[in-house]
T-cell receptor, first 110, second 109 residues
Framework: NAGVTQTPKFQVLKTGQSMTLQCAQD?????MYWYRQDPGMGLRLIYY???????DKGEVPNGYNVSRLNKREFSLRLESAAPSQTSVYFC?????????FGEGSRLTVL | GIQVEQSPPDLILQEGANSTLRCNFS?????LQWFHQNPWGQLINLFY???GTKQNGRLSATTVATERYSLLYISSSQTTDSGVYFC???????????FGGGTRLMVKP
């Protein structure tokens, strides 16, 4: 039982490049989330998906897009990466309110 | 939205000591959780505790919803307890968790 799996774990991009962070959960959870964690800023919600087929903006959605591909998978896309998007990204899923995180993806934008 | 504040921001303990971490929230909650982020960056779910008291080994947590705070107790601390402890809460008006700023704990051998 892998829980929440994120790929890639590390990525370095140049300004303007695009990339997609992948997330999959095998716990049959309905809701999935993308957070970013920056030094001194704690965890901030980027986007979430309450159920398959729905997505909504969180606190800091600008510069990101998401896709809830099916119940298991929720991807985060950076269309044109900026240095301000250098961060650690966490995917999470929840059922009955209890949140479970993936191991994180460290993204550096040069 | 709901505001979540944690104290103290930093804590240094000698191995074997006990500690209490506090989480204050600004509104009624229907969801409150404690997480531990270890030095490798992993976020581990410790407690789901919107009210009442729970214990898991050397860790326990109490949420007093009517007074808008939660406490995380660590007894007989070990070096492996080091890391950052986050509290997150969601109010009755919505279901999005808001995270506090964390308490950074260092346990010295």
């Amino acid at each position: 039982n892998a829980g929440v799996t994120q790929t890639p774990k590390f990525q370095v991009l140049k300004t303007g490049q695009s990339m997609t962070l992948q997330c999959a959960q095998d716990m049959n959870h309905n809701s999935m989330y993308w957070y970013r964690q920056d030094p001194g800023m704690g965890l901030r919600l980027i986007y979430y998906s309450a159920s398959e087929g729905t997505t909504d903006k969180g606190e800091v959605p600008n510069g990101y897009n998401v896709s809830r591909l099916n119940k298991r998978e929720f991807s985060l896309r950076l269309e044109s990466a900026a240095p301000s998007q250098t961060s650690v990204y966490f995917c999470a899923s929840t059922i009955w309110g209890e949140l479970f995180f993936g191991e994180g993806s460290r993204l550096t934008v040069l | 939205g709901i505001q979540v504040e944690q104290s103290p921001p930093d804590l240094i303990l000698q191995e074997g000591a006990n500690s209490t971490l506090r989480c204050n929230f600004s509104d009624s909650v229907n969801n409150l959780q404690w997480f531990h982020q270890n030095p490798w960056g992993q976020l581990i779910n410790l407690f789901y505790i919107p009210s009442g008291t729970k214990q898991n080994g050397r860790l326990s947590a109490t949420t007093v919803a009517t007074e808008r705070y939660s406490l995380l107790y660590i007894s007989s601390s070990q070096t492996t307890d080091s890391g950052v402890y986050f509290c997150a809460a969601a109010g009755n008006a919505g279901n999005m968790l808001t995270f506090g700023g964390g308490t950074r704990l260092m346990v010295k051998p």
